[in-house]
């Protein structure tokens, strides 16, 4: 996408659990680290007595404006993990505006109203048995899910302008693309 833009670009590993994060500017949640491990209270303690048990930032949301951009399925933006479990069931299967329930509106299906009629409800069961495992990991490790929290990247891509004077002193000439080449001429004039 950067070439046929003219730019230049690479992907990269990015697994930093909150740099990211915090450099686009999400909401960020400080979590001791003896709760994101799931720790005991003794050991608990010993880390705070050690001074070992250092904050571990976490991405939990995305606002500009105080407008909600990104928000899991999960606290703070729920008040519990239950809420929040019930609200992403009412996200696929509300009537007119769920994922699995809008008419097949956004899908790509010929007949997407059948195929959704086609997928049924999550029962009650399943729906309980994930409620008391959500609560669970959350009242353990502080955060759901428990190891990365809401938002977790691997990968990154690095999009930059080009310079091709740069490329002409040490490249041979057939490196950049004429889309390359006339990217600050078409794009920046």
């Known amino acids: ?69 990104l928000k899991p399925f999960c606290p703070p933006y729920y008040r519990s993990m239950e809420e929040a479990v019930l609200a992403f069931v009412a996200y696929k299967y509300t009537q007119g505006t769920g994922t699995f329930r809008d008419g097949g509106s956004v899908t790509g299906w010929r007949d997407g109203a059948a195929v959704q009629a086609g997928i049924p409800r999550y029962p009650d069961r399943a729906i309980a048995a994930t409620i008391a495992y959500c609560e669970y990991v959350y009242s353990r490790y502080g955060r759901f899910p428990a ?32 889309t390359q080449l006339r990217h600050r001429a078409e794009w920046h004039p």
Request: aromatic share 12%; no cysteine.
């Open 1 to 69: 996408m950067t070439q046929a833009l003219g730019l230049g670009g690479f992907p990269h590993f990015a697994a930093h659990p909150f740099i990211w994060f915090q450099a686009l500017g999400f909401r960020m949640e400080n979590i001791p680290f003896s709760h994101t491990v799931g720790a005991r209270p003794l050991t608990r303690r010993v880390l705070r007595l050690m001074r070992k048990d250092l904050p571990v930032p976490t991405a939990i949301g995305l606002e500009r404006d105080g407008q909600i951009l």
């Open 147 to 178: 190891h990365s929290g809401p938002f977790r990247t691997v990968l990154a891509h690095q999009a930059h302008h080009l310079d091709p004077e740069f490329y002409r002193r040490f490249y041979r000439d057939d490196v950049l693309t004429d």
